[in-house]
């Protein structure tokens, strides 16, 4: 079984300043990792995965994130932030032996603020 | 621009009536799942279905839920009857052989 641990579940931050969401997971067997961003009264949207390959993975609104398997971490990252980044960020793991369901984290609520 | 969709977007009850959402997934997607997503809890699985066929449904109280796929573009989710604890937003997803799953906007459920 996966879990999933978001070590903060509220970050504040300055607009334009840069931010990372921490993620850790854990799996007896390789994984798929993702992240996904809810804004308020929304569904989740998918930011950006890891299936394989390259450790560092980049998404839509400009945010990236780093696969570190030593560490397993996840954490993503943007080098300046928007208002309209503020919203509910998740990060989800799933085995990678096939399409299984997505374990997610608490959630780390993330404030631009202005 | 394939999407999920979810019906209804929002629904009341009194406690002990049924209620049944709809998910028509993503075409061409082979996997459904289902989930909860409530204040205290989080994000939680109730059951998932892969092309169809019910392959877990551990997280579903038996007694009262149900999930169906009578077709490859139709999920259902039934509560029979509600109650109070039941109130959550309710999505469906549509997945990938490659991990992805794409969200729809959820079905908010309040029982009274």
């Known amino acids: 079984a996966q879990s999933v641990t978001q070590l903060d579940s509220q970050v504040p931050v300055f607009e334009e300043a840069p931010v990372e969401l921490r993620c850790n997971y854990s799996?007896?067997?390789?994984?798929?990792l993702f992240w996904y961003v809810q804004y308020p009264n929304q569904g989740l949207q998918l930011l950006l995965k890891?299936?394989?390959?390259?450790?560092l993975v980049k998404g839509i609104n400009g945010f990236e994130a780093e696969f570190n398997k030593s560490q397993t971490s996840f954490h993503l990252r943007k080098p300046s932030v928007h208002i309209s980044d503020t919203a509910e960020y998740f990060c989800?793991?799933?085995?990678?032996?096939?399409?299984?369901?997505?374990?997610f984290g608490k959630g780390t609520r993330l404030s631009v603020i202005a | 621009d394939a999407r999920v969709t979810q019906t209804p977007r929002h629904k009341v009850t009194e406690m002990g009536q049924e209620v049944t959402m709809r998910c028509q997934p993503i075409?061409?997607?082979?996997?459904v799942f289902w989930y909860r997503q409530t204040m205290m809890q989080g994000l939680e699985l109730l059951a998932y279905?892969?092309?169809?066929?019910?392959?877990?449904d551990s997280g579903m109280p038996k007694d009262r839920f149900s999930a169906e796929m009578p077709d490859a573009t139709l999920a259902t989710l039934k509560i029979q009857p509600s109650e109070p604890r039941d109130s959550a937003v309710y999505f469906c997803?549509?997945?990938?052989?490659?991990?992805?799953?794409?969200f729809g906007p959820g079905t908010r459920l309040t029982v009274t």
């Open positions: 075409l061409g997607h082979n996997t």
């Open positions: 799996s007896s067997v390789s994984v798929y």
């Open positions: 279905f892969r092309n169809r066929a019910p392959l877990d």
């Open positions: 890891y299936l394989s390959g390259s450790t």
């Open positions: 989800a793991v799933t085995a990678s032996s096939g399409n299984t369901p997505l374990v």
């Open positions: 997803a549509s997945g990938t052989p490659q991990g992805e799953q794409y």
